[in-house]
């Protein structure tokens, strides 16, 4: 998440200090966590720092940690994505994520306290159970991201994270603009389908809370969206485009 916040302002992120405590250190679950870390920067291109790893008896349950840390990146300034030259008519380009990534959970687990179903159960139509389709790791998208900032015509990044589309791509616009967004542009996954259905939610509130199915929108210019779209080696959706107006509209 760290790293991918990074790259919406054109930086790559250098390196990354991590935080992990709990009451009594579990050597072996440390050595896991450590590890996804290492592995997360690796697909970064980033430096695993340094961090901290902290015993504190009696402040945590047994079993239970946390889990913490930060990254940092650097650009030429001349260089900055800031949205400033977005313009109406320019086109919103979605990245796919793996699932709910990091956003959700305590919407998740009320949906999951009236369900009939548990962690352990299939989810419906999917050969993975419920608990392994929630905790699918968060797409890194910065190798992604930065390739396509290196083509040219990349306005603006939006990380699609909590409050989902309908605040984070407003932020990347200069005032006087907003989003239409074509909800049947690309494939909305079943994990998604399903939480609305089993907790009977409301389209404005998935939108707000989940990514469903978008981790990383790219407000690029139509040449550029016609490259990327026609690039084999990409997977994106052209899932709309910015308007005159504020906020953004679904349709």
């Known amino acids: 998440m760290s790293v991918n916040d990074i790259v919406t302002s054109g930086a790559k992120p250098l390196f990354f200090l991590d935080y992990f405590a709990m009451s009594r250190l579990d050597v072996d ?13 690796q697909r970064s291109d980033c430096v695993l720092l340094g961090g901290e790893t902290a ?7 047994e079993g239970e940690y946390d889990l913490s840390g930060f990254a940092v990146g650097s650009v030429e300034k001349g260089s900055v994505i800031d949205g400033k030259s977005i313009v109406a008519g320019d086109i919103l380009i979605g990245l796919p994520s793996s699932g709910v990534h990091s956003n ?15 962690l352990r159960d299939p989810l419906p139509g999917e050969d993975v159970t419920v608990g392994e389709a929630l905790m699918v790791p968060t797409v890194i998208y910065v190798k992604q991201v930065l390739d396509l900032i290196s083509k040219g015509g990349v306005k603006g ?13 407003p932020r990347v616009f200069p005032d006087g603009l907003g989003a239409v967004i074509h909800t049947d542009s690309w494939p909305v996954p079943s994990l998604f389908k399903w939480i609305q259905e089993e907790g009977n939610i409301e389209d ?12 990383m929108v790219l407000v690029v210019s139509p040449e550029a969206a016609h490259r990327t779209l026609g690039d084999e080696g990409t997977i994106a959706y052209r899932i709309g485009e910015v308007v005159s107006g504020e906020g953004v509209s679904y349709c």
């Not at 959700?104 to 548990?118: E, M, P, T």
């Open 104 to 118: 959700g959970f305590s919407l998740i687990r009320r949906v999951i306290a009236q369900s009939d179903l548990s």
């Open 204 to 215: 404005s509130e998935m939108r707000w809370t989940f990514n469903m199915g978008i981790g």
């Open 157 to 169: 990044i939006a990380h699609i994270t909590g409050a989902g589309f309908t605040d984070n791509i």
């Open 55 to 61: 015993e504190m008896p009696d402040f945590y349950k």
């Open 29 to 41: 679950l440390a050595e896991k966590v450590i590890k996804g870390i290492a592995d997360g920067c």
